[in-house]
C-alpha cells in the first residue's frame, strides 16, 4: 500500500543538471533485469516563491554498497551512521538542503514503503536540527518515476510535485503517469500535430523570461505568444523611437509619439514627445494578447539589472536574453547557474567602421547557456573592462569615446534579428516539448547570412568557475542563498 503524506501547496519541485541525474540514475539502476537497491545523497539549494518551492540539486554523494549502504536494522537497506553525518555536515556548511535517495524498481509509478517512512519519522527530526533550519528529506526512484518526502523548519512535511531535469532536453519526473492530455484548442492544432498535446499543455504551463522587448525581443514575445506559452514576463526600460520602427514588431507611428517628433516641430515639443512615447513592454503586451488573449503577461518598464526587476525573473521555467548590455549578460549567466534555469542568449550586430562606415562583419548568434556546458564567462563573453566601462557615466563614457555609447546609432536589420530569433524559439520549443535530437550538440549558433554560413562554437566550461564551477565557492545551484550581481538589493 503506498504510504501518505500531506498534500503539497504551493509544490515542490526538484530540478537536476543533466549530468547529476545521469550519474544518479546510472548508480541506482546499473543494469541488468534485476534491479537491487542502492543509495544516495543529495545537497541543494533552495528557491522559493509565489509558483512554489524549488530544491536546486547540486552535489551528488553516492553511498558505496556494503560500506555506506548497509543492510538495515528494521527495513532492507540503510545509510550508515557515519556517510549520513558526513553528507549531513556538509549541506550544513554549505547552508544546503540534504536529500536521501534510494531506488525501488522499475517502471513508471513509485512511492515509499511503510517501513521507510517510519525510518523517516525516526531520524529526519534530528537531520533537521542539524542542519539548522535548511530542509531534510528523501526520495526514492523507479526507473520512470520519483517520489519525495520532504521535512521543512517550520514542522511541515510534503511530498514533491515533480522533478525536472535541465540538459539538451527538459526532462520530468512523476510519482505517477500524468493523465492523458485532453483534446486542447482547436486554435493549436496544426501544431500539436507536431508535438502533440501533451506538448503543447507543457507549454501552456510554463513562464518564459524575456530580457529586452527590443528588436529581437519583440519578435521571440511574438513567437513564444503564438506557440501558445501561459505565462510571459518582459523586462526593458526604453520608449519607442522612430527608428526602432522598421525593426520593431507591433510597433505603430503614434507609439513613438508621430507628427510631434518630425523634424519640422519645435525642439522642446519633440523632446516631450520622446519621454511620452510608449514603453517597448507596451508594444510587446499588446502584440502578446493579441496573439494569445488567455495568456498571462507581465511587463516590467524597468532595467533587468535592478535587483527587483530580476528576482521576477528567478522562477522562470526558461529565459532569453534578448538585452545588448554586458550587466544584462552578467545577471542573467548567474541566474541560470544559480537557479538553474535553462536560457538562451540571441542577438544580431552589424560591425560598421566608425569613421567611414563601411561594414566590417554581420552576423547573428544564438547561444544556449545550460549549466552543464559552460557560461558566458568561461567563454569569454563578459568583459570586465566593458562592464566598468557601462558602469560609468554618460559623461564619462563621452570623454572615454565609449564606442557602444547611446547617441551613436548601431545598424540593425529585422531580418538579422528573425533569423537569430527563430533560431533560439525554435530551440526552446524542442528542449521543452522532448524533441530535440538526444545527439545534437549544445553549441553556439553563430549566422553570417551575407556569407551564407552558419558555424557552430562548441563552448568552454572551466571547471573552477565561480559561476558555472564544481568548485565549492562557485554559485552554481545555491538559489536564494546567494545574491545574483545585481544593482541593489531587492526589497520585495
Known sequence: MLAKRTSVTPPVQVVFPESVWRDLHAHLFPGGDVVGEHGAVLSAGVARSGRGTRLLVRDLFVAEDSRDYLAGKRGHRMLSADFVRNCILKTRDMGLAYLAVHNHGRGHMVDFSTVDMASHDRGYPALLDLNRGQPVGALVLATEALAGDIWWADGSRTGVAEAVVVGSRVGRRYQAPRPKAEEGDLHYSRQTLVFGQAGQATLSRLKVGVIGAGGVGALLVEYLARLGVGHLVVADPDR????????????????????????????WLRRLARRLARPKVRIARRSAVTASPRMRFEGIEADFVNADVACRFTDCDFLFLAADSFQARLVFNAMVHQYLIPGIQVGAKVRADRDTGAILDIYAVSRTVLPDYGCLWCNELIPPARLQDEAATESERRRQRYVDDPLVNAPSVITLNALAAAQAANDFLFMMTGLADPTADNGYRIFRPAKRQMSPHEPRRDAGCLECGLSRASRRARGDAELLPTRGVATG
Open 240 to 267: 519607442v523611437e522612430h527608428t526602432n520602427l522598421p525593426r520593431l514588431v507591433g510597433a505603430r507611428m503614434a507609439d513613438a509619439g508621430g507628427w510631434l517628433t518630425e523634424p519640422s516641430r519645435p525642439t
